[in-house]
């Protein structure tokens, strides 16, 4: 029966005679309605202009591996084996047509005012379908089970296409994930109610701002899409973000060196050197005070130094593992030991820092260099049998053709870099913000660890090149076959305490990677799971009372058994780190300053933090 409301009248969320109101659907004002879209339309132009333009200039070139282009060479080996005997294509199509017409047959059932169940139902952790009219409008429940029947679907195939290598079938996994991510009826306009009523009700102004927003977007990337996934405007790294106090006490082509002023009369007397990731900065460990593992460190009685690396250019196109080892991790020994006249140091790496720790320590063990007393690894991998969905990115061909654009330029473009990372959790950290930014028009909420998140580093070609040949594709650290300065590394040649914490969700240095990594080295290693992921399981103050870790036995036999028999302990793993420490060595001394017997170069968090793309 045709409806005979009066469309201008508001909306009534409540359903009417058995259904959802009508009127949440309706366009309310044509003109204005149509003046927004010719307002798309023009930002539309915008946004492709400032994708068009940089590629004119040639100042950016798409030399890269199409990630599409593997994408299909991947697929075709899913088609062969389901095409190759017609049975086993006919199985698989009756499969999907069943499962639809489980749902065809349930919804003619609901529209008798039958009970029916549903043919698939997300699971609980799925927020894409949760407002109410996915389950209560016929048309939006069948979209949402027909997407759900065919994902699944589509998943079942790749598990159970046989004959694939295990790299093969990890990469289809990934691609499947993805596709199925994007494809999303939550992730379009006409498809998503909440979405649709937002538009009607709007007149469509949504969409404007949203194709403004993603104009400006492709702007800040310089060509390519920046996702932003916080307010950009609400933080400021020196003023609410890496506020710790401290001065820049060290500086080299590739880092500056952070002393931070102390907390307490006496401190330990062997200084922590903070070695993080040059894959975003430093100050994923100093966000604010209340989350900073810096501040707390320096207020258990630690001299805190961090390595503070620079956002490469051009110029550190060449520089390799071994300068950011001479010009990083070796600076800042020298530094430590030259401002407070200590050659013992408690080290830490976290995350790819980490890994640049693991294979100096091994080089440190062939040259006779002792000063790291004990060593801290957090989320590192050190062996990459089981390192996860950034494999996914990692084969000759993929690499190769990442050389040859790294080559033009000296540096992968941090933004690359940046979307790599977000597709591992596209379904958090990508089409959320896609269809918040984009679809609603509206700026995310700020989020000081999305802030750092979207703060991208470019890497430097050589340095980006050996850690991606000689890790993740060969695997050359654990197995003893890394050469750096003239020596093959062997992390069997590392017998000093490691304290080796993974985070249970991490999907960058997974626990199980962790765990198998702890095997190769010499001495004696305390391993210990934490709850949450890669940054958040890490990033987890005693204040906040979250999450949990697991430690107990040796970490040897199987990750399984491990953590089956640990002991879990909720909240923090800070402060049973800080007890391995002291056990250590608890001596303290009197507190030191920045500046005492080293030059001043500037107040923290330095220079090179500061250098965005």
């Known amino acids: ?49 400032a994708w068009v333009e940089p590629r004119e200039r040639g100042d950016l070139r798409d030399t890269l591996a199409d990630p599409a282009t593997d994408m299909v060479k991947t697929f075709s080996r899913l088609t062969e084996y389901w095409l190759a005997e017609p049975s086993r294509a006919l199985e698989a199509q009756t499969r999907l047509f069943s499962g639809y017409m489980d749902i065809w047959t349930n919804s003619i059932r609901r529209l008798s005012g039958e009970a029916a169940a549903d043919a698939a139902e997300p699971d609980r952790s799925d927020k894409r379908f949760k407002d109410p009219e996915w389950a209560r409008n016929a048309f939006f429940d069948f979209l949402r089970q027909v997407y759900l029947v065919t994902t699944r679907w589509a998943t079942d195939l790749v598990e159970e296409t046989q004959g694939l290598d295990e790299h093969t079938r990890h990469k289809a996994r990934f691609y499947m994930k993805q596709i199925t991510n994007a494809l999303s009826p939550s992730n379009f306009v006409l498809t998503n109610p909440e979405l649709f009523r937002e538009t009607m009700a709007s007149n469509g102004e949504n969409l404007m701002r949203g194709m403004k927003m993603l104009a400006e977007d492709i702007r800040a990337g310089h060509g390519e899409l920046k996702l932003r996934q916080s307010d950009q405007s609400r933080f400021s790294v020196g003023d609410n973000l890496a506020t710790t106090p401290g001065k820049v006490v060290a500086r080299s082509r590739v880092a500056e060196i952070l002393q931070y002023e102390p907390a307490t009369d006496t401190v330990l007397k062997r200084p922590l050197l903070i070695c993080p990731p040059w894959i975003n900065k430093f100050y994923i460990l100093d966000l604010n005070p209340e989350k900073s593992f810096i501040r707390w460190a320096v207020a258990q009685g630690h001299t805190v130094f961090v390595i503070s690396w620079v956002n490469p250019d051009e110029r550190h196109g060449r520089m390799s593992w071994e300068d950011y080892i001479r010009e990083g991790l070796a600076l800042g020994l020298d530094t430590v030991e030259a401002a407070t006249g200590e050659r013992e140091v408690n080290a830490v790496g976290y995350c790819v820092g980490g890994t640049l720790l693991a294979a100096a320590l091994a080089l440190m063990a062939r040259t006779g260099d002792d000063r790291i007393r004990s060593a801290t690894l957090l989320t590192t991998q050190v062996d990459f049998t089981h390192a996860g969905d950034l494999k996914v990115f990692v084969d000759e061909d993929q690499i190769a053709a990442l050389e040859k654009a790294m080559g033009e330029k000296g540096y992968l473009d941090g933004t690359r870099m940046a979307t790599a990372f977000n597709m591992l959790r596209s379904s958090e950290l990508i089409w959320p913000y896609f269809v918040n930014n984009y679809l609603r028009g509206k700026e995310p909420m700020p989020f000081d660890l999305l802030y750092w998140n979207s703060d991208s580093t470019r890497m430097a070609a050589a340095n980006h090149s050996f850690y991606l040949r000689n890790c993740y594709l060969e695997n050359n650290l654990s197995a003893g076959r890394m050469a750096l300065a003239g020596h093959t590394l062997s992390l069997a040649d590392v017998r000093i305490p490691i304290y080796n914490l993974a985070t249970r969700d991490d999907h960058i240095a997974p626990a199980r990677s962790v765990f198998v990594g702890c095997r190769f080295f010499g001495g004696e290693v305390a391993y210990v799971v934490a709850g949450s992921g890669h940054i958040a399981g890490v990033v987890n103050p005693p204040a906040a009372g979250k999450y949990q870790f697991w430690a107990g036995g040796k970490p040897e036999g199987e990750f399984d058994d491990w953590l089956a028999a640990a002991v879990e302990t909720p909240g923090s793993w800070w402060p049973h780190w800080q007890a391995w420490i002291e056990a250590q060595d608890a001596t303290r001394v009197a507190a030191r300053k920045p500046g005492e017997t080293t030059p001043v170069l500037g107040p923290a968090p330095g220079d090179y933090v500061k250098i965005r793309v």
């Open 1 to 49: 029966m045709a409806d005979k409301r009066d469309p201008g009248r508001e909306p009534d969320d409540k359903a009417e005679a058995g259904g959802p109101a009508i009127d949440q659907y309706l366009v309310r004002d044509p003109e204005r309605f149509a003046i927004n879209l010719a307002r798309m339309v023009e930002q539309a132009g915008k946004a492709a202009s």
